[in-house]
């Protein structure tokens, strides 16, 4: 008789549940043992009660569930009546503006820098002497002379935003959108010498 | 029946070869995490521990004071999910 072709599939089903069961009394016991590892190195190396405290101490910690107050029991709007006063101009500002305030009056900011130039290009005199700084910061930033910054400033204003043309000329300029600023007048081309006057007039396109 | 423990042990060593046993453990696992069981064994291992003695405690206590009850406490859905699975195995490499 052969029998060496014996398969799982004649060995009858009891069977076959009974290595199943013994497989995953096998698994079972390799997690209890790895759990059992875990704890012993914890134990021995001292972390395993590090996060056990008394319940008098866990009490004080519990989650706070009051209306008006967060979770940890603190009033969380008591701040926004509060006035602070300006180290600067020693004023006293409310608790929610203070940080521009603070921008504002230190001069220091994205802001305030961009308030500051508009009123000097528009012949305002600031008694700041911190707008002088910024002025120069803003000319080193960008390359250009003072002078031409003015120019730049005047061209702009003058252009009508809300005229349709705006997103034409940006079509024909292509590149040259970045050189508007400059003060040298290219003569080749018809447009530049459009952009030196104050009205650009229907007929260029 | 040593042809049957010969099929026993091919298959056994099947499951390693083919990684099957790996995530078979992995599986379990996370199940038995996912369900509480091994916050539950901690706890038991804190009671041993405590009568024996941080100092003194051993793995085989450990291992004598748990392991019984680690496998009694393992929850009905967890071992059908693993015996399924187990299953599907062996009836897929029993020949």
């Known amino acids: 008789m052969k029998m060496e072709d014996v398969s799982l599939s004649s060995m009858d089903n009891s069977k076959m549940e009974g290595f199943a069961q013994e497989i995953l009394s096998d698994l079972v016991e390799d997690a209890c043992l790895g759990l059992c590892f875990e704890v012993h190195r914890a134990v021995k190396q001292g972390y395993f009660f590090l996060d056990d405290t008394d319940q008098e101490s866990m009490k ?19 701040w926004k009546n509060k006035e602070c006063v300006c180290p ?19 001069g ?4 305030s820098s961009r308030i500051a130039n508009r009123r000097i290009a528009s012949g305002n005199n600031t008694n700041k002497s911190e707008s002088d700084q910024e002025d120069n910061d803003d000319v080193n930033d960008n390359d250009w002379s003072y002078g031409a910054e003015k120019k730049a400033k005047k061209r702009k204003s003058d252009k009508n935003p809300n005229s349709p043309r705006r997103s034409k000329s940006m079509k024909h300029k292509n590149g040259r959108l ?3 600023d400059e003060p040298e007048k290219i003569s080749t081309s018809k447009k530049a010498e459009s952009q030196n006057t104050p009205l650009i007039t229907t007929g260029q396109w | 029946m040593s042809k049957e423990s010969q099929m026993r042990a091919a ?12 995530r078979l453990k992995e599986l379990l696992r996370a199940k038995l995490i996912e369900c509480g069981w091994r916050d539950q ?25 748990v392991t019984p009850k680690g496998r009694a406490l ?4 967890v071992k059908k999910e693993l015996l399924q699975r187990i299953r599907a195995f062996l009836a897929q490499h029993s020949t």
């Open chain 2, 41 to 65: 064994l901690k706890a038991l291992c804190k009671e041993v521990i405590k009568e024996k003695g941080i100092e003194n405690v051993t793995v085989e206590d450990l291992v004598a004071g």
């Open chain 1, 178 to 180: 970045n050189r508007r």
């Open chain 1, 88 to 106: 600067n101009c020693s004023r006293s500002i409310a608790a929610s503006r203070f940080a521009p305030h603070l921008e504002k009056c230190l």
């Open chain 2, 74 to 77: 393992v929850p009905d859905s």
């Open chain 1, 60 to 78: 004080d910690f519990e989650i706070v569930d009051q209306p008006g107050v967060d979770i940890f029991g603190q009033v969380y709007n008591q």
């Open chain 1, 108 to 111: 220091m900011g994205r802001n």
């Open chain 2, 11 to 22: 298959i056994n060593q099947k499951l390693i070869e083919m990684g099957e046993r790996e």
